[in-house]
Nanobody, 123 residues
Framework: QVQLVESGGGLVQAGGSLRLSCAASGRTASFRSMGWFRQAPGKEREFVAAISWVGSTSYPTDSMKGRFTIPRDNTKNTVYLQMDSLIPEDTAVYYC????????????????WGQGTQVTVSS
């Protein structure tokens, strides 16, 4: 497995931006696809974005693709979630996850998870 540590969460006003980071470590940290998921209070965890080792990306909806991007720096084994034009509905705990092979929108396909970082968007 891979150890994942998220950072960068916090409180932001609607319309603002945040960049989350997820640093991966461990013997098999390289060559993995990485994903971001989020869980709002009272809701199920949902897929936000994913990126493969070679940079292929996946997003759940066009609207989220327009506001969120998922760059990665393979030299640092770090993936980011750049969130722009945030809305209160984006308030959630954001989790980073890793898997072998190609990207997936299914959380059950990921075998390593971070502890999560809280993002709160005020109106």
């Amino acid at each position: 497995q891979v150890q994942l540590v998220e950072s960068g969460g916090g409180l932001v006003q609607a319309g603002g931006s945040l960049r989350l980071s997820c640093a991966a470590s461990g013997r098999t940290a390289s060559f993995r696809s990485m994903g971001w998921f989020r869980q709002a209070p009272g809701k199920e965890r949902e897929f936000v974005a994913a990126i493969s080792w070679v940079g292929s990306t996946s997003y759940p909806t066009d609207s989220m693709k327009g506001r969120f991007t998922i760059p990665r720096d393979n030299t640092k084994n770090t993936v980011y979630l750049q969130m722009d034009s945030l809305i209160p509905e984006d308030t959630a705990v954001y989790y980073c996850a890793a898997k072998t092979g190609t990207t997936s929108r299914q959380q059950t396909h990921y075998d390593s998870w971070g502890q999560g970082t809280q993002v709160t968007v005020s109106s």
